[in-house]
């Protein structure tokens, strides 16, 4: 199994910004890790929120953390509200569960990394996050 590398997650925050720009958003931030959960390389555009990192941080951590996207996450915490406490309670608060936090798989279909987008509204930064993943050539998994 292949880890994001630094040159792909460089691709990932470059085109993902890019997105951003065509469709008159942001500022962003966008956090790529690899499959354990450790940042690769991290973007905060100018005038960007200063809980920002945090924030894509912990959509992309917490979707490493499940083995799903953060929006599964979320819609699972929406309708079991007792799971989402209990998730909060065991990973100290990292996990933000909401659109925007895209598990990146490898050619072979294994998780090799996660990218966290965040600025604006959720699903525009999943969008934002997927084209990162896809201008890489890997596969982004909602």
């Keep these: 199994m292949a880890k994001v590398t630094l040159e792909q997650a460089n691709t990932i925050i470059s085109a993902g910004q ?3 720009r065509e469709m008159g958003i942001g500022p962003l931030t966008i956090v790529v890790l690899d499959d ?3 940042l690769v390389s991290m ?3 100018d ?3 200063i809980l920002r990192f945090e924030i894509a941080f912990g959509k992309a951590w917490g979707g490493l953390a499940i083995g799903r996207s953060s929006r599964a996450n979320e819609t699972d915490i929406l309708t079991r509200e007792h ?3 209990a998730l909060a309670a ?3 608060g990292r996990i933000i569960p909401v659109a925007g936090g895209v598990l990146i798989l490898d050619n072979d279909g294994n998780v090799s990394g996660a990218v966290g987008v965040t600025g604006d509204s959720s699903d525009n930064d999943e969008s934002c996050a997927v084209a990162g993943i896809e201008a ?3 596969i982004a998994k909602i």
Excluded: C, M, T, Y
Aim: proline content about 0%; charged content about 25%; cysteine-free.
């Design 18 to 20: 890019l997105k951003g």
């Design 36 to 38: 354990g959960g450790h």
């Design 43 to 45: 973007q905060r555009e």
């Design 47 to 49: 005038k960007s929120g």
């Design 83 to 85: 799971f989402g406490v």
């Design 90 to 92: 065991a990973s100290n």
């Design 136 to 138: 890489a050539k890997l």
